[in-house]
């Protein structure tokens, strides 16, 4: 079991850059989320996803885009990359939000300069 | 007002000494709580989960105060593996779950 897959776990892009970051699990868990994580702040949810096809907002969500064609995967977009995306992204999945609360994948750090 | 907050810390805590730490959220509706573990620039991995009744695993202990809107986490015995960082979580509507900022703990010789 792998678990919850996120790619790439490191990235440097450039102003204006656009890029996906994968996020795969193989568990069969209907509830999705990204979350982002800056220093000295907790984890904020940006997208979330309740089953194939269906996502909502969080907290944070502008300039960021998901979606969700399948069970196993949910790639986050950033269109244009801004400096003030420079975070720690983590992708969590779960079976029931509610009662087991999320696995995290090892999170991807991106730098935009 | 933040939905989840904690006391940042450090909680610097001698080994096999007994601390604890609140962390307090705001929506009344909530009714799932769980408490995670971040070890430095690593993934968060869940502690356990937090019911009314308190609950125990191993040297941790976990308490939900709902009139007050608190959880609390007290770690007994403490380890110098127990150093990390503790978030607090409480679920939002619509199935969201809510992080607080984290209490960090430091355990010493």
């Known amino acids: 079991n792998a678990g919850v897959t996120q790619t790439p776990k490191f990235q440097v892009l450039k102003t204006g850059q656009s890029m996906t970051l994968q996020c795969a699990q193989d568990?069969?868990?209907?509830?999705m989320s990204w979350y982002r994580q800056d220093p000295g702040m907790g984890l904020r949810l940006i997208h979330y996803?309740?089953?194939?096809?269906?996502?909502d907002q969080g907290e944070v969500p502008n300039g960021y885009n998901v979606s969700r064609s399948t069970t196993e995967d949910f790639p986050l977009r950033l269109l244009s990359a801004a400096p003030s995306q420079t975070s720690v992204y983590f992708c969590a999945s779960s079976y029931s939000t509610r009662d087991y609360g999320y696995t995290f994948g090892s999170g991807t750090r991106l730098t935009v300069v | 007002r933040k939905e989840v907050e904690q006391d940042p810390g450090p909680f610097n805590v001698p080994e096999g000494a007994t601390v604890a730490f609140n962390c307090t959220y705001s929506n009344s509706a909530s009714q799932s709580f769980f408490w995670y573990r971040q070890d430095c620039r690593k993934e968060p991995k869940l502690l356990m989960s937090?019911?009314?009744s308190g609950n125990e695993d191993g040297r941790f202990t976990a308490q939900l105060n709902r009139a007050s809107q608190y959880i609390s986490l007290l770690i007994r015995d403490s380890k110098l593996s127990d150093s990390a960082t503790y978030l607090c979580v409480a679920e939002a509507a619509g199935n969201k779950l809510t992080f607080g900022g984290g209490t960090r703990v430091l355990v010493k010789p």
């Open positions: 996803s309740v089953g194939a096809g269906i996502t």
């Open positions: 937090v019911y009314s």
């Open positions: 568990m069969n868990h209907e509830y």
